[in-house]
């Protein structure tokens, strides 16, 4: 059971290049979300997907997109990165009845 | 104001101590409460979720006070396999889900 699956684990990019994350889960969750995490704050949330085919903004959605592909399938897109950007990124899925957030293993994405 | 405010830390205590985590809340509609782990440069993983009643699994206790809007977690007889950061998460229906910026634990032997 591979539960949530981010994609890649490590990624150095310079400022204005572009990139996609990668997120997936297995586990027949309506709701995904994107978390950054940084030194000294919660994780923040940046989109959500409520199920599939809808997206909603989050705390920090500035700088980003998001694309609901399927139920399974929840990518995050920086057009122009930043170096405020470097953080570390968290994918999650959740069950809607108990709010019980399932995370991947995340991304670390430095923006030089 | 933050939302979910925690006390940093460092907690620093010896293996078999008991230790204690608060968290305030600031949204009195607040519906759903956990306590998550995150070890170092891991994900972070739910602990246990907080009932009115409070609710205990093992050696960890936990406690909900809504009148003051706070919640505690409770370890007893720490082990080195504690060390780690404790998020309190607050959800507040909907979607909202807030989380606290973290407790860091220290077990030494």
């Known amino acids: 059971n591979a539960g949530v699956t981010q994609t890649p684990k490590f990624q150095v990019l310079k400022t204005g290049q572009s990139m996609t994350l990668q997120c997936a889960q297995d586990m027949n969750h309506n709701s995904m979300y994107w978390y950054r995490q940084d030194p000294g704050m919660g994780l923040r949330l940046i989109y959500y997907?409520?199920?599939?085919?809808?997206?909603d903004k989050g705390e920090v959605p500035n700088g980003y997109n998001v694309s609901r592909l399927n139920k399974r399938e929840f990518s995050l897109r920086l057009e122009s990165a930043a170096p405020s950007q470097t953080s570390v990124y968290f994918c999650a899925s959740s069950e809607v009845e108990s709010g019980r957030l399932h995370f991947g293993n995340g991304t670390r994405l430095t923006v030089t | 104001r933050k939302e979910v405010e925690q006390d940093p830390g460092p907690f620093n205590v010896p293996e078999g101590a008991t230790v204690a985590f608060n968290c305030t809340y600031s949204n009195s509609a607040s519906q759903s409460f956990f306590w998550y782990r995150q070890d170092c440069r891991k994900e972070p993983k739910l602990l246990m979720s907080v009932y009115s009643s409070g609710n205990e699994d093992g050696r960890f206790t936990a406690q909900l006070n809504r009148a003051s809007q706070y919640i505690s977690l409770l370890i007893r007889d720490s082990k080195l396999s504690d060390s780690a950061t404790y998020l309190c998460v607050v959800k507040t229906g909907g979607f909202k889900t807030i989380f606290g910026a973290g407790t860091r634990l220290f077990v030494k032997a």
């Open positions: 997907s409520a199920s599939e085919g809808t997206t």
